[in-house]
């Protein structure tokens, strides 16, 4: 006997109605939460910059990024493009035709502008993924306990730093890289 009763053995225990039938699904996968109109605002004002910095292909970018979240799709496919943008590069510039050592010049560079494009897209979407991704997990994050405060502290020494000193240090490292890009673009 291996101790488990069966129904009709003496022992049996009666099963209520209610719990026959097949077993529950299980719970769909969380769906990306929807973009709400700050963030749509954000992604045109992202896509206007890249728009200056690169033309239409920052426009095509932020197109990409728009549709892909209000479509509710996977933001992992805004990476995916990303990568698949950075893989077609060097495939560009072999189809173009690679240049001997002594012809390496901006001439080289504008005569096909595909290899350059395909590379800010990839690094702009691969960027913004990175970026939705990173605010993802931050939202999922389980709150510090009280007394792992310290600890948590000690480990994250930014956390010392108030809300607004890393505010303001995000938003300093971002202008940083802005004023960065559009002096890159002018040369």
Request: glycine letters at 10%; aromatic letters at 4%; charged letters at 15%.
């Amino acid at each position: 006997m291996t101790g488990v009763s069966r129904p009709g053995e003496v022992g049996a225990v009666p099963i209520p109605a209610d719990a026959v039938g097949p077993p529950p699904e299980p719970d769909p996968p969380p769906r990306p939460r929807p973009l709400p109109w700050r963030g749509l605002l954000l992604v045109a004002a992202l896509a206007a910059v890249g728009t200056v910095l690169d033309g239409p292909t920052g426009i095509v970018v932020g197109v990409i990024v728009v549709a892909v979240l209000l479509a509710g799709v996977t933001r992992r496919a805004i990476g995916a493009a990303g990568v698949l943008a950075l893989v077609a590069t060097p495939i560009a510039v072999v189809v173009n035709g690679i240049p001997a050592p002594d012809e390496v010049s901006p001439v080289f560079v504008v005569g096909s502008l595909w290899p350059h494009h395909l590379t800010f897209a990839g690094l702009s979407l691969v960027g913004t993924w990175v970026v939705l991704d990173v605010v993802d997990h931050l939202r999922a994050a389980p709150p510090v306990r009280p007394e792992a405060a310290e600890t948590e502290t000690a480990r994250q020494p930014i956390e010392r730093f108030g809300r607004t000193a890393r505010f303001v240090a995000v938003t300093v490292v971002a202008l940083a890289a802005l004023v960065a890009l559009i002096a890159v673009s002018t040369q």
